[in-house]
């Protein structure tokens, strides 16, 4: 891995890593402890951040792909039968999340009801984000989409602000 | 006396080399390889310097 184990006053050498992505899935931070002889610290931290994507997702793909197969095994079947909570945490949860490409449910909360559930059926364009609801081709029924509604933004908190 | 003188010399010297000491340099320890996919290589190299006026020498890379 090092160009050479011995470096002369002065002298500049390299430390290549490989890291082997196969099976790895998901935010992976790798550290390299570097053991030498200079006294005043003999242990030094190499640090590797990387963000690996499996094969499948990988590539670009158009919102309502998730519905389909081979996607729609993980992305809607996860959700059958469930509703409001764990609904969210089948379908939504991957993409609504901190770090995640869209708000978590704390963010979501600032908007109005009827924006909520006009995003969450029509979908919103140009976004990752598709239409859920039949009418746009997407999965739920009208009950499970009021379902996830009121989840997100309880229709109590509605009359205190 | 300049028997004396060499010999202090060397003394001197001898004793600067027995306080030599190697630093290890690294710019930049932390690297990020951003959003990669599961075929990529994920592959880096790390520039070291010695910065010391000791030999510097590498006992054990371990990965965790």
């Given at each position: 891995?090092?160009?050479?184990?011995?470096?002369?006053?002065?002298?500049?050498g390299?430390?290549?890593?490989?890291?082997?992505?196969?099976?790895?899935?998901?935010?992976?931070?790798?550290?390299?402890q570097?053991?030498?002889?200079?006294?005043?610290r003999?242990?030094?931290?190499?640090?590797?951040?990387?963000?690996?994507?499996?094969?499948?997702?990988?590539?670009?793909?158009?919102?309502?792909?998730?519905?389909?197969?081979?996607?729609?095994?993980?992305?809607?079947?996860?959700?059958?039968?469930?509703?409001?909570?764990?609904?969210?945490?089948?379908?939504?949860?991957?993409?609504?999340?901190?770090?995640?490409?869209?708000?978590?449910?704390?963010?979501?909360?600032?908007?109005?009801?009827?924006?909520?559930?006009?995003?969450?059926?029509?979908?919103?364009?140009?976004?990752?984000?598709?239409?859920?609801?039949?009418?746009?081709?997407?999965?739920?029924?009208d009950?499970?989409?009021?379902?996830?509604?009121?989840?997100?933004?309880?229709?109590?908190?509605?009359?205190?602000? | 006396?300049?028997?004396?003188?060499?010999?202090?010399?060397?003394?001197?010297?001898?004793?600067?080399?027995?306080?030599?000491?190697?630093?290890?340099h690294?710019?930049?320890?932390?690297?990020?390889?951003?959003?990669?996919?599961?075929?990529?290589?994920?592959?880096?190299v790390?520039?070291?310097?010695?910065?010391?006026?000791?030999?510097?020498?590498?006992?054990?890379?371990?990965?965790?």
């Amino acid at each position: 891995m090092a160009s050479s184990d011995h470096l002369k006053p002065g002298q500049k050498g390299e430390i290549k890593v490989t890291v082997d992505l196969r099976g790895k899935f998901g935010a992976i931070v790798k550290t390299i402890q570097v053991i030498t002889n200079d006294p005043l610290r003999r242990r030094t931290n190499l640090l590797m951040k990387m963000r690996v994507k499996d094969l499948i997702h990988a590539r670009k793909y158009e919102a309502d792909e998730i519905f389909k197969a081979p996607c729609r095994g993980c992305h809607v079947e996860r959700g059958n039968s469930q509703k409001k909570f764990s609904l969210f945490m089948s379908d939504c949860i991957m993409c609504h999340n901190e770090g995640r490409s869209a708000l978590p449910v704390s963010g979501m909360q600032a908007k109005a009801r009827e924006e909520i559930e006009k995003a969450l059926r029509e979908g919103i364009r140009k976004t990752s984000m598709p239409g859920w609801d039949a009418k746009h081709g997407g999965p739920l029924t009208d009950e499970e989409i009021r379902g996830l509604v009121d989840y997100i933004k309880p229709a109590a908190r509605r009359s205190r602000n | 006396m300049a028997k004396t003188y060499f010999l202090t010399l060397f003394l001197i010297l001898a004793a600067s080399s027995a306080y030599a000491s190697p630093v290890l340099h690294i710019d930049k320890p932390q690297f990020d390889f951003g959003t990669i996919s599961q075929d990529d290589k994920a592959e880096h190299v790390f520039e070291i310097e010695n910065r010391g006026d000791g030999e510097l020498i590498i006992e054990k890379l371990t990965p965790s």
